[in-house]
């Protein structure tokens, strides 16, 4: 069975970086892929990142670009979200999801199609 666990969400100010992370337990295979969502109160969740652990493509939606960064660490089953430029817009609980096939990065696979999720962690932008 797989499982994720983040960690790493916090309070940080406006303009200020934090890096979460995913670690993922249960898989034995690289071929897979990671997204990271967020979903603030009252809104729908949202998908921000995903990456191709075996080759590293990813994605990022619109309103991350240029200030997110998605990476991974195979030897560690560690999937990380690196966040510089945050904004107020920025503050929700942050998910990580498992698909368990690679995903084609031109747009972040559906909700419906990752198999696994982590508990989320918090992330609060203060203006």
């Known amino acids: 069975e797989v499982q994720l666990a983040e960690s790493g969400g916090g309070l940080v100010q406006a303009g200020g970086s934090l890096r979460v992370s995913c670690v993922v337990s249960?898989?034995?295979?690289?071929?897979?892929?990671i997204g990271w969502f967020r979903q603030a109160p009252g809104k729908k969740r949202e998908g921000v990142s995903c990456?191709?652990?075996?080759?590293?493509?990813?994605y990022y939606s619109d309103s991350v670009k240029g200030r997110f960064t998605i990476s991974s660490d195979k030897a560690k089953n560690t999937v990380y979200l690196q966040m510089n430029s945050l904004e107020p817009e920025d503050t929700a609980v942050y998910y990580c999801?498992?698909?368990?096939?690679?995903?084609?990065?031109?747009?972040?696979?559906?909700?419906?199609?990752?198999?696994?999720w982590g508990q989320g962690t918090q992330v609060t932008v203060s203006s």
């Open positions: 999801a498992f698909l368990d096939i690679p995903f084609v990065p031109s747009s972040m696979p559906y909700t419906y199609e990752f198999v696994a």
């Open positions: 249960g898989f034995t295979r690289d071929d897979y892929a």
């Open positions: 990456i191709n652990v075996s080759d590293g493509e990813s």
